[in-house]
């Protein structure tokens, strides 16, 4: 079976970015971390102009079948009051679902403050675009 990956990217109103990134490290990656088969959670920031998603979140999944379970689905179809309050209000809430096609030759390594960085590339129908991507940095509250 192949393992999924969820993405999010997400940007808080101005004037609530304390109180997302509390929501955020206090309650929701404990909550996604609970379901069976979410496997990791991690945050990533980026310095970008207002409104493009200064946050990324990355969640490597046993599978895409996660997404649909039961466990998943109760939490996701019925929120708490602050994530209703947090989400309701961002001024970027995106989702993309991946599944990982390919086996890794070798297992990665992942460790805090190593100054590891992603960037997203957009891909359209005939290839990378050219526009320069974002540089997301692993965030540290």
């Excluded at 992603?118 to 692993?138: F, K, M, N």
Aim: a positive charge.
């Amino acid at each position: 079976m192949n393992r999924g990956l969820l993405l999010t990217l997400t940007e808080p109103p101005f004037g609530m970015e304390e109180e997302f990134n509390a929501w955020y490290d206090g309650e929701h990656l404990a909550e996604r971390l609970a379901i069976p088969g979410f496997r990791s959670a991690r945050r990533w920031c980026a310095d970008v102009r207002r409104g493009a998603g200064k946050y990324l979140a990355t969640y490597e999944l046993d599978s895409l079948g996660v997404l649909s379970s039961p466990a998943y689905l109760q939490r996701f179809e019925s929120p708490t009051p602050w994530t209703r309050r947090c989400l309701g209000k961002a001024v970027v809430f995106k989702r993309w679902a991946c599944e990982q096609v390919e086996a890794l030759r070798s297992k990665p390594s992942f460790r805090a403050g190593t100054g590891e960085l992603i960037t997203l590339h957009e891909l359209s129908e005939i290839g990378l675009h050219s526009a320069p991507a974002p540089v997301y940095r692993l965030y540290q509250s």
